[in-house]
């Protein structure tokens, strides 16, 4: 069974970083063939996608939101994913999901909050 496992979250400044990790495990689990997604998701709002990273040369994605503050990569010896979050901002505070995917796989971690609050 696959396993997304979160961590990282917590309270933080305005302007202030964070990093969080998303750990993959799972017996055969092969890491480095998934496509890697933070996703987000605030209070009464929609979960959104917020950076992505591919298989291979790792391209990467990301929303307009996040753009220039936020980066995403990925440790394939690690099997971890990690989202670094730089001069984040108070609606930058949500639930932060990890996603994995390939072809009809997907799975999904149980989110890490983060809170940017002075």
């Known amino acids: 069974q696959v396993q997304l496992v979160e961590s990282g979250g917590g309270l933080v400044q305005p302007g202030g970083s964070l990093r969080l990790s998303c750990a993959a495990s799972g017996f055969g689990f092969t890491f480095y063939r998934y496509t890697m997604t933070w996703y987000r998701q605030a209070p009464g709002k929609e979960r959104e996608l917020v950076a992505e990273i591919t298989t291979g040369a790792g391209s990467t994605y990301y929303a307009d939101s996040v753009k220039g503050r936020f980066a995403i990569s990925r440790d394939n010896a690690k099997n971890t994913a990690y989202l670094q979050m730089n001069s984040v901002r108070p609606e930058d505070t949500a639930v932060y999901y990890c996603?994995?995917?390939?072809?009809?796989?997907?799975?999904w971690g149980q989110g890490t909050q983060v809170t940017v609050s002075s």
């Open positions: 996603n994995a995917r390939k072809l009809t796989n997907d799975y």
